[in-house]
């Protein structure tokens, strides 16, 4: 069964850096794209960046690129998301998903790590 | 501003279809056919209902169809049950590995 199970709920502050992962299993993580997905109550599901595990490469949306970095650790199967500086704007709930191989759709979905960035 | 847009909210009885609609706004999604959606239920993640127009992933119920007609994806519920009380995304290759989501419509089982 292919899963994504990722990291748990963070409460920052404005100014903090922050790094969340998304845990594989159940396929090869190598040949699959994983994405991350932001959701907030104002703006619903925006689609911010993708990478390929195999080789590292990255695509970002124009609205996340500079924002937001991700990496991928194939010897850990897990992908991930940082920050180097948050905002409270980026509270709200991140998702990864893994893209089909041959399909432009994403599944599954990991079960969402909600940050949180108060002072 | 979200290139692809939904109605807000739908509604229906148990039983009854409904129709969601998503139209492309701009053309960054190209011709449109590689529209996927998803079903949201409250505190859970999306999960993937349809894929490219018409597609439905393996074991899903055949009560969830997609279509398209020019500019304007739509989702079709038919024989409305209480548990697809959700809500509903959908999205579009935008291309060069990018994609954008619709707003979102939530459906109201009557």
């Known amino acids: 069964e292919v899963q994504l199970v990722q990291s748990g709920a963070e409460v920052k502050k404005p100014g903090e850096s922050l790094k969340i992962s998304c845990k594989t299993s159940?396929?090869?993580?190598?040949?699959?794209?994983i994405a991350w997905v932001r959701q907030t109550p104002g703006k619903g599901l925006e689609w911010m960046a993708m990478?390929?595990?195999?080789?590292?490469?990255?695509r970002y949306s124009p609205s996340f690129q500079g924002q937001v970095s991700i990496s991928a650790d194939r010897s850990l199967s897990a992908a991930y998301l940082q920050w180097g500086s948050l905002k409270a704007s980026d509270t709200a709930i991140y998702y990864c998903?893994?893209?089909?191989?041959?399909?432009?759709?994403?599944?599954?979905w990991g079960q969402g790590t909600l940050v949180t960035v108060s002072s | 501003q979200s290139a692809l847009t939904q109605p807000a909210s739908v509604s229906g009885s148990p039983g009854q279809s409904i129709t969601i609609s998503c139209t492309a706004t701009?053309?960054?999604?190209?011709?449109?056919?590689?529209v996927s959606w998803y079903q949201q239920h409250p505190g859970k993640a999306p999960k993937l209902i349809i894929y490219?127009?018409?597609k439905r992933p393996s074991g899903l119920s055949n009560r969830f169809s997609g279509s398209k007609s020019g500019n304007t994806a739509s989702l079709t519920i038919s024989g409305l049950q209480a548990e697809d009380e959700a809500d509903y995304f959908c999205?579009?290759?935008?291309?060069?590995?990018?994609?954008?989501f619709g707003g979102g419509t939530k459906l109201t089982v009557l």
């Open positions: 159940g396929y090869s993580f190598s040949n699959y794209w």
């Open positions: 701009s053309s960054d999604v190209g011709s449109f056919d590689l």
């Open positions: 999205c579009s290759y935008a291309g060069t590995n990018t994609w954008v």
């Open positions: 490219e127009v018409t």
């Open positions: 990478i390929y595990p195999g080789d590292s490469d990255t």
């Open positions: 998903a893994r893209r089909g191989s041959s399909s432009f759709s994403f599944d599954p």
